[in-house]
């Protein structure tokens, strides 16, 4: 199984696979030395997700650091059948991130820094070259979707937005972004089924 | 499966990102206490998570390594590595072991409770709780004499965030409003009860907030608690 980016980066398709499910396993043994090697082939990955979810760099840096030592904690956790170790980590860092993101504060995060815009940079995963198992099965199931209502579920799952940002960004009110994620999710979620 | 068709979309929005705080705060903690809920998440985790391989790379920064192996193995380069510090954070990791039991407060976020080893013979009526997120996050330590009416409050690896406060507050039906109980610096202080009712004190809730600098402008907590928890005896 490859597992790869869409953009150029070796590293997580290099160890990637089985390589780094044998990595988690020895993590879980308390193995420094395999978690090192796990976090030189994984971090630029998982800081590309978080990254583009908290767009202050320390926040970000912070989050990363947290998602690391949970997974060192519960690499005995991890799943094989449920997942490649890549996805299982990646969903780690990004609910810590979206916890950040999230939190009732007095400050809004939510209004992107100056000279932040989503646009610049669009992440397609129908794009990705090289896909594995599960990234394939869920591209097909996206192509299904509305070009408009793909973009709002890729755009809040890439760049954490909410339904407030979200319905800004498409001009639309809030209760139609919210049906519309309903109808996208239920349609992957039976497309996935078969 | 036996989840709701809203419960089902709800769980996929907290997956996907796009509910709002106070939803995914709930939802946090329900799925703690709902095996089915809990389910249908990490089934909607399932279903995502492939989208994260195809995110760009992003160099993280270069000193992060060496600070997250010092706190896997134990030295948090947050907390300063004093007698007591060190007693805590040993009774800390005992709590943890102990928080797959963990139980809810508020209907929002996970609390635990630790019994600490009595570190002064001459403290009756001594209480103790640790508030923190979840069993991972950093905690903040409330201790509790009843005798003296004293309460010290200790953050172990907790920092508010840069130009924010962290505002500790008293909560009882009793009370009415939550009472403000000062702001949390990065050094142990301590506050005087004496204006409460001890079995106010005692069974009272405490709870953390993120507060602009100086503490809550209004007088009333700006936002969700961050912390929380309630007080357990320790000692003789």
């Known amino acids: 199984m490859t597992i790869r980016g869409g953009a150029p980066g070796e590293r997580a398709s290099a160890g990637a696979g089985d390589g780094l499910g044998d990595l988690l396993r020895r993590v879980a043994t308390r193995d420094a030395a395999a978690f090192s090697a796990l976090y030189k082939q994984t971090s630029a990955k998982l800081y590309g997700v978080v990254a583009r979810i908290l767009t202050r760099g320390d926040v970000a840096a912070d989050v990363l650091q947290e998602a690391y030592v949970r997974i060192w904690e519960k690499a005995g956790d991890f799943d094989p059948v449920k997942g490649s170790p890549l996805a299982w980590m990646a969903t780690i860092a990004r609910n810590r991130a979206l916890d950040e993101v999230r939190r009732v504060r007095p400050v809004s995060l939510e209004d992107q820094p100056e000279g932040f815009e989503p646009a610049a940079e669009e992440i397609d995963p129908l794009a990705a070259r090289e896909r594995s198992e599960g990234l394939t099965a869920l591209v097909d199931c996206l192509k299904a979707l509305d070009e408009e209502k793909r973009a709002v579920v890729l755009l809040a799952y890439y760049r954490g937005l909410s339904r407030e940002a979200l319905a800004k960004r498409f001009g639309r009110p809030v209760p139609t972004i919210k049906t519309w994620l309903h109808r996208s999710l239920a349609q992957l979620r039976d497309c996935l089924k078969s | ?236």
């Open chain 2, 1 to 236: 499966m036996t989840i709701t068709p809203d419960d089902d979309f709800a769980a996929a929005e907290y997956v996907l990102g796009t509910l709002d705080p106070s939803e995914r705060a709930t939802l946090a903690a329900r799925r703690l206490r709902e095996p089915e809920l809990d389910e249908a998440i990490s089934a909607w985790e399932e279903r995502l998570a492939p989208l994260a391989e195809a995110a760009p790379e992003i160099e993280p920064p270069r000193d992060l390594l060496p600070a997250i192996e010092a706190r896997i193995r134990g030295a948090s380069p947050e907390a300063p590595g004093s007698a007591a510090v060190v007693a805590l954070e040993r009774s800390v990791r005992r709590w943890r072991a102990a928080a797959i039991a963990a139980s809810i407060i508020a209907g929002v976020l996970a609390i635990g409770f630790v019994a600490r080893e009595a570190t002064r013979q001459s403290a009756p009526r001594e209480y103790v709780a640790i508030l923190q997120k979840d069993a991972a996050s950093p905690a903040i330590e409330v201790t509790v004499n009843l005798d003296k009416q004293e309460l010290t409050v200790r953050p172990v690896a907790a920092q508010a965030p840069p130009g924010k406060s962290y505002e500790l507050w008293i909560i009882d039906a009793k009370l009415g409003a939550p009472r403000s109980l000062g702001l949390i610096g990065d050094t142990p202080r301590g506050a005087s009860l004496s204006a409460y009712d001890p079995a106010i004190v005692a069974g009272a809730t405490y709870a953390v907030t993120v507060e602009p600098p100086g503490g809550s402008p209004t007088g009333q907590p700006s936002g969700t608690p961050v912390f929380v928890g309630k007080l357990i005896p320790v000692g003789p």
